[in-house]
């Protein structure tokens, strides 16, 4: 028999509060998800309900008022920041709506550079970043910089950076929302088949519902609550 894996991510009873003077204001409050390795869960829910809160505290880039975050079982709320940032480099990668890719390397260059802040040896490296940019439909571009790729190509690279160091949680915020609709398509379609390859666990805040429902399962924040979104 095959031990049982762990979650990549597990939310406990999380909360987000801010001051507002003297007042409190929730954000949210007795939170709770898990995302199983393999598992992509859709998160959805209307601007301004705490989507990019929560996934910054999933991502351990901020700390929740109360509860707790699990990591493939590691409870990483108490870790201190030199921990947290290793859990970061290992463990997570990180999508977001703007690329951020380095204007001054090319696609391979940027999707090498984690990797060798991760340690890994440059020759492997490379093969690695190769083999994501040719899965992504982007053998012909590897040697361009962001400048001269289209935003689609930007966005996938980008992708491939976040997926190189084989985390065990891939987070992304928004990941085609600054794409035209037809290439948010074709970008969001080769994106889960990667994420689905690699079996990894992914948390992924859209407000495109019918790209929500190619997920595994989709869930909505609302009103500091999340649900199981039934449509």
Do not use: W
């Amino acid at each position: 028999m095959e031990p049982e894996l762990l979650p990549a991510l597990e939310l406990r009873a999380i909360a987000r509060s801010y001051d507002e003077g003297e007042a409190k204001l929730d954000i949210f409050k007795d939170l709770s998800l898990v995302v199983n390795p393999g598992e992509i869960v859709a998160l959805v829910g209307p601007s301004g309900a705490g989507k990019s809160s929560l996934l910054h505290i999933a991502g351990l880039l901020e700390a929740p008022t109360g509860g707790e975050v699990f990591i493939a079982g590691q409870n990483c709320t108490e870790l201190d920041d030199k921990a947290r940032t290793r859990v970061r480099r290992i463990g997570i990668g990180f999508v977001y709506q703007f690329h951020h890719l380095l204007p001054e390397f090319t696609a391979v260059e940027n999707v090498i550079m984690p990797q060798l802040i991760a340690n890994i040896p440059k020759r492997e490296a490379k093969e690695r970043a190769e083999h994501l940019l040719v899965r992504l439909g982007l053998e012909p571009r590897m040697a361009h910089r962001p400048g001269e790729l289209s935003g689609g190509e930007r966005q996938r690279v980008a992708i491939a950076r976040a997926i190189a160091n084989r985390p065990l949680l891939l987070l992304a915020d928004e990941p085609t929302g600054n794409l035209d609709p037809e290439t948010a398509d074709h970008v969001h379609g080769e994106f889960l088949r990667l994420i689905a390859d690699e079996g990894l666990g992914a948390l992924i805040a859209t407000h495109n519902l019918d790209l929500a429902k190619r997920m595994s399962r989709v869930v909505q924040l609302e009103k500091g609550k999340l649900r199981e979104y039934r449509g």
